[in-house]
């Protein structure tokens, strides 16, 4: 895939993360998809799983603005996005990804509590976290299916963050 081309499909994640749509993405929209993880899986944000969760979405946002915040304003521009993923996720998708484990991890363990404990997720409580970051629902419930590649029914960490920094840094389909 030439540069013009992945630069257009990275650009087109951006908007997963701009929870607000305000055209940045700054500490406020990882605290609100935290927020809205919570709300859908009756979690509460004082619980050990909810302070982990926006634990991991602070560190997640320090990571994207370590990696994308050019100008030190605290918020990333679209622009700051594509070329900070470009320049410096291209040749290690799995750097991008370990900035979010935390975030995921949690997000994860969340997910799983609505249907017991376990390795993972199912692909019902996977489709449900998805959509509340923002997929369409029919993508979702596809995007879920494709996250199980041993065809087990259960969506483990390891699967999801390898399709994370898929998703985020090379070629693939837009979801949104």
């Known amino acids: 895939m030439d540069s013009a081309e992945y630069e257009r499909k990275t650009a087109a994640r951006f908007a997963s993360f701009d929870q607000d749509g305000n055209g940045y993405i700054d500490r406020e929209d990882f605290s609100a998809a935290a927020a809205a993880i919570l709300a859908e899986f009756n979690t509460t944000a004082r619980c050990d799983k909810g302070q ?20 030190g304003d605290q918020r990333v521009s679209r622009d700051e996005f594509v070329t900070g993923a470009v320049k410096r996720l291209r040749d290690n998708p799995k750097r991008f990804a370990e900035i979010a484990r935390p975030f995921m991890h949690s997000a994860i363990e969340i997910a799983a509590g609505s249907d017991g ?4 997720v199912t692909l019902a409580a996977a ?13 979702a419930e596809q995007v879920a299916a494709a996250l199980d590649v041993d065809g087990d029914g259960i969506i483990t ?5 390898t399709a994370f920094a898929t998703y985020y840094t090379v070629d693939g389909p837009d979801a949104r």
């Open 52 to 71: 982990a969760l926006y634990s991991g979405a602070e560190a997640f946002w320090q990571g994207m603005a370590g990696i994308a915040d050019v100008d």
């Open 117 to 120: 404990d376990g390795p993972g």
């Open 127 to 139: 489709t449900r976290l998805l959509r509340v970051l923002g997929a369409d629902p029919e993508v």
């Open 157 to 161: 960490e390891d699967e999801t963050m």
